[in-house]
């Protein structure tokens, strides 16, 4: 299997501690941050495959904002949002604003690392095919 | 207590209108009787009163034309002339033959004594000196007497006059034929017990009663109640009967010629008219009794039924609100929960993880704390089923819109069943209409809401049994129906199946969401979902889809 790298970002410690654990126990990449503003930070910095954002309704800085802020950084990270707040209209709202596919905790790791492996062949794809492209314009 | 109330209500519109109805009614027909008994009595007193004057004047010209030829003959014929029989005989026939009504004929000289007669009696040479007539024929010159006995001792009455031939008074006295004059009084009668007669004024009778009633016998009726001209009264007879009585004097206030009549025998007719009156207006009461009991019976059943549907749809809005209220408070109660829950799945998940490694498995109890992690995560994830089913039925998702096949979908969903179904001995048998309309829906939603349905079937049924599946297209609506052969669900619990968490099944085997999942889908798809369940045979689950026409693309 090949490594990638994944940021997870949940205010959620034990949570954040425990998923960072095992994914790295699976050769997978994984780091974690305890909130948006400084994942945003970390990603100024460093490139992430997939990213796992933990949404909230109440307080600090929106969920879907932040997804649409690491857009706007990385653009071809793939982002999968994971949360406990069943809010059909924020979940609507992150796929249009670009979300790979919404989640709801607690979620059953093998199917977590499915998702995080699919979006992880999505941005492969998705670079194959800008590459591909590139080429073409080059010749 | 509702009944009382609608049969109160139906008492009261009856008697309203029973009411309303009779009072114009009645009085109209007590007013048209009342009038037309007054105008039926005037008719008769008007006819009685008529014959009365009729017959009186008949009565005075039969009179008047006896004492005219009695004064002609006594004119034409000297005192000498008619002492001779044969003369008075011939002078008799001559009167007779021109008017008539004459019993006897005789010739009376100043002293009283008859000198010659003519008729049946023998009374010649008697002296009628003594006689009242006499004396008022004296005064007067012509008489016509009241009825008498005289000295043939039989009911009679005369006209006499008196002449003066030179130094001689006589009279000539002429006896009436009472068979004639009874016959023209009578002619005045009329009906079977209407009666004609003659009383004078002491009230004694002059003319023979149609039933009994001696001649000269007194008469019940004062003659100084009747006045001038025709007087019509209403008296009771010594029976009780009312007798209606017309009378008029004649021949100068001496005689009152009475016409009686039964009232009740003329009245007949009236109320034979009342009769048919009374009749009409019953059978008319009758009828708006009737009309009345029936359309309001009628209206009040409506009024029942419309009071129903309206309590009913009451009770539905309550229960969806309750719905919604319990889906909103489940919504909530899933948000706290969810976050520990996704702790301990992975804490548990990394524990286990950890027991991969070579130390741990040769732990004294390793096998121990596999299976005990194990059971955490198995009951963490059957928390997760309920908070998920929870958070599916808080969900008011607009359901995504694409081009469905009913019968595909059905399909589909039971083949999902079908291997469980058959190691159960359960046969799902399906009677899908073909050539349903493809309609624009939730495919994912609508799967879910047939596999709800259809595993609840199942569970219900648990083994040997059949579930029949239909699928029928009805005005616009498209019906589903799931009906499956089991125990059915017990009265008291067919209005809760709908509400989050409500189970019959044993504890752990199901959540209580699946059916309240399955109406807030079936609800947002704008259709509707009901149950049909007899205890001992079975239950039928029936949904209703809105035939949507998917747009054309």
Known sequence: ?139 | MKRQIYANLQRKIIFITLLVSFIPLISLSVIIYYQFTQVFRNKIEEQIEYRARVQSNAIELFLKERTAILLAMADTYTFDYLAEKNKLERIFQIMNHRVGGFIDLGLIDSTGRQIAYVGPYNLISLNYYSQPWFREVESKGVYISDVFLGYRQVPHFIIALQRQENNRRWILRATIDSDVFESLVRAAQVGKTGDAFIINKEGSYQTLLRFGGEILSKSHLDPTLFGEGTTVLEKADKDGKKILYAARWLKKNSWLLVISQDASEEMTKLFKTKRIEIVIVALGCLMIILTTYFTTHLTIRRLETADREVNELNAQLVHSDKLAALGKMAAGVAHEINNPLAVIAEKTGWMEDLLTEEDFQKSQHFAEYKKSLGKIEEHVERARKVIHGMLGFARRMEPHLEDVDINEVLTQTMSFLESYARTNNIVIEKELETDLPIIASDRAQLQQVFLNLLTNAVDAIGKDGNVHLTSRRIDSEIAISVRDNGPGIPKEYQSRVFEPFFTTKQSGKGTGLGLSVTYTLVSSMGGTIDLDSEEGKGTTFTVRLPVVVPEKK
């Open chain 1, 1 to 139: 299997m090949e490594t990638f790298r994944v940021l997870i970002v949940d205010d959620e410690t034990d949570f954040l501690e425990t998923i960072v654990n095992r994914l790295l126990k699976r050769n997978i990449d994984a780091t974690g941050v305890p909130s948006g503003e400084k994942a945003l930070s970390l990603m100024k910095e460093n490139n992430f495959d997939v990213v796992l954002l933990d949404i909230k309704m109440p307080g600090g800085m929106d969920g879907i904002e932040i997804l649409r802020e690491i857009k706007k950084i990385q653009p071809s990270t793939e982002v999968i949002l994971l949360t406990g707040h069943a809010s059909i209209e924020t979940s609507m709202e992150g796929m249009k604003s670009g979300a790979f596919d919404y989640l709801l905790k607690p979620v059953k790791f093998a199917e977590l690392l499915e998702k995080l492996l699919a979006a992880f062949d999505k941005k492969n794809a998705h670079l194959e095919k800008l590459i591909a492209a590139f080429e073409k314009n080059i010749t």
